[in-house]
């Protein structure tokens, strides 16, 4: 049973430019979450899906950020416009709908030239 | 909103030790308290988790405890060996059917010296 998939691992983006993130559940969730860790620090919520519904996003900055998770196909977070403040890992993770049993993918560094 | 804070930020021990990591929340409601482990470069893997009806979960080395009425819990790790070296995070939320987010502790850095 594969495990949660993000890609790309590493992204490098300048300044401007969009950044798009992907994320694949595990085999039977139905819930993904995305969080952000700035370098050596923890890490902090931003956006909770089902498919084809935003549950929670009040983590996500107002502007330049957006997320969707649709009937078919992965999770994507998008970030407009990206500046040197983005650079960070982003986390996926995916739950069944029963339990908070949270399960993490292996991140995508993206960084901000 | 929730908000974790977790003790020590660093902690180094020698092998066989044992290790006591500390988080406190401050949401009365919350009740599930997962514990993970991020090696470098890796996502956050989950190591134990608790719900609070429940106060004390072991799985082989590693132990979590629960004190609601003050609000905090603790990972407990016996006979530490060099693998544990890890950051080390705890978190909260209210567990709901429909899913929820986690407030995380800002890390512990767990160094096991040989």
Known sequence: ?113 | GENVEQHPSTLSVQEGDSAVIKCTYSDSASNYFPWYKQELGKGPQLIIDIRSNVGEKKDQRIAVTLNKTAKHFSLHITETQPEDSAVYFCAASKEETSGSRLTFGEGTQLTVNP
């Open chain 1, 1 to 113: 049973n594969a495990g949660v998939m993000q890609n790309p691992r590493h992204l490098v983006r300048r300044r401007g430019q969009e950044a798009r993130l992907r994320c694949s559940p595990m085999k039977g969730h139905s819930h993904v979450y995305w969080y952000r860790q700035l370098p050596e620090e923890g890490l902090k919520f931003m956006v909770y899906l089902q498919k084809e519904n935003i549950i929670d996003e009040s983590g996500m900055p107002k502007e330049r950020f957006s997320a969707e998770f649709p009937k078919e196909g992965p999770s994507i977070l998008r970030i407009q416009q990206v500046v040197r403040g983005d650079s960070a890992a982003y986390f996926c993770a995916s739950s069944t709908y029963i339990l908070n049993e949270q399960f993490f993918g292996p991140g995508t560094r993206l960084t901000v030239l």
